[in-house]
């Protein structure tokens, strides 16, 4: 049976660790014997395994997450809240009996204080087919996880935008010459989930000479999925003849990578153009954690914190009428999907790999990128629509058609077959 270890560095914390578990599901579903090994585990489950097992190593980890976040405080530019990771802590895996057992090795997020460069580089001697899916931009730039417009990682980094003291060797350069050292030894595959991040693998100077392929993520479609609209909102307590638009809470309005004060201007905009129609509008929040922190919105809101149960989010997701992200760049966020999944149209700005998703005016509405007035278009057209269930239904196929668990894991199972193939004939990892 086809052996499959996934390296991830949390345990389902943020989308790249929701996505790795969830591509495991699926292939186990699909009878492969495959596995998730983190990091930092944070949750119980006894199926996911970590490096980390005694007290003492996870205070370690623990340790070294935190001080490379504060030393990180001194280089950065204190206003800019892109996140960068730096290269100064790792640890080795290539002596795990799992990584040495497996037939291959699927890489995730492996940043803070995990995979470094030089741990990266280890794995090469293994000999054994590497997949690595990407779910933000850090493995193909100098430290960056979200690049927005910096083209530097197209050359060679330096004089990065984010860092205090910026200039040609600067430590941006610096970790893109020990990724360049780290992946000339190593042979991997490259998984983009999205075209976008396809197109930026294709440009990235480290990645030149490495295969890459779109795969996207999945998600559960038998727990994401369409409820009776009148039900959900009665369960959660929202009154049913109101327009729902639910949205995911962000820290501030200073949170570039999020969109946040797009969103504050287009939610202004909205209640002045509907006038005294303004109260048959409520919104509801979600992943706030407290409801003191948090801007005054302009309509009615819900706040209902930090939802960690998918059921009770696709309950969520299924009682709005109309789900909001204005996010500057996102790769596969997977709130538009599970959104979609649950029947629930999205507004988002047209961005990273969002269109891959939302189909403008046919499950949703892509807003032109950072323009408040377009993003409050969208959420017009969705209010106004004379047939809403049909767009429902849209969103509904869109994550069955292209998403769908069963689907993905034949994808992944045929790159795992195909590198296994080659490196048979000599060629591993190729």
């Known amino acids: 049976m086809l052996k499959v270890v996934h ?82 802590f790792g640890r080795s895996v290539v002596n795990h009996p799992d990584v040495q057992a497996a037939d291959v090795i699927h890489l995730h997020w492996v940043n803070h204080s995990f995979l470094n460069p030089s741990h990266l580089g280890e794995l090469a001697q293994l000999n054994k087919p590497i997949v690595w899916t990407f779910h933000d931009s850090n493995a193909f730039t100098g430290g960056c996880h979200v690049r927005y417009t910096c083209d530097h990682y197209q050359r060679q980094c330096g004089h990065c935008p984010l860092l205090k003291k910026p200039d040609a060797e600067d430590a941006s350069n610096q970790i893109w010459k020990q990724k360049n050292d780290a992946y000339q030894q190593l042979k991997f595959t490259v998984v983009a989930p999205s075209s976008w991040m396809l197109n930026s693998v294709l440009l990235s100077s480290l990645m030149k000479d490495k295969p890459v392929l779109q795969i996207p993520n999945t998600l559960e479609t038998e727990v994401f999925k369409p409820q009776p609209k009148t039900e959900a909102k009665k369960a959660l307590g929202l009154p049913e003849d109101k327009f729902i638009f639910l949205t995911g809470f962000m820290p501030s309005r200073k949170d570039l990578h999020k969109g946040t004060s797009y969103l504050m201007e287009s939610l202004d905009l909205l209640k002045e153009r509907l006038g005294t129609n303004a109260a048959n509008v409520e919104l509801v929040v979600f992943g706030n954690r407290d409801a003191k922190n948090v801007p005054d919105f302009p309509f009615k809101t819900t706040f209902l914190g930090t939802i960690n149960n998918d059921e009770m989010l696709a309950r969520c997701y299924a009682a709005a009428d109309a789900f909001l992200i ?55 057209w969705i209010l106004n629509h004379p047939n809403q269930p049909e767009v429902q239904t849209q969103a509904r196929e869109t994550v069955m058609t292209h998403f769908a668990e069963q689907r993905i894991a034949q994808q992944h199972l045929q790159v795992y077959r195909q590198l296994l193939d080659k490196a048979t004939e000599g060629g591993a990892g190729v």
């Open 7 to 88: 390296l991830n560095t949390y345990d389902g914390n943020g989308g790249a660790g929701r996505a790795c578990l969830r591509l495991n599901k699926a292939l186990l579903a699909e009878n492969i014997n495959s596995k998730v090994i983190v990091h930092y585990k944070f949750g119980k489950n006894p199926a996911i395994e970590t490096f980390n097992n005694t007290v003492l190593q996870k205070a370690y980890a623990a340790a070294t997450i935190v001080i490379e976040r504060i030393l990180a405080k001194r280089l950065l530019k204190p206003l800019k809240r892109t996140p960068f990771s730096f290269t100064w």
């Open 326 to 380: 204005p996010s500057l760049e996102d790769n596969l966020p997977y709130t538009v999907m599970e959104s979609l999944a649950c029947g629930t149209p999205v507004v988002a700005f047209t961005t990273g790999g969002i269109p891959d998703m939302v189909k403008h005016e046919q499950n949703g509405y892509l807003a032109e990128y950072k323009s408040a007035k377009s993003f409050t278009d969208g959420m017009e």
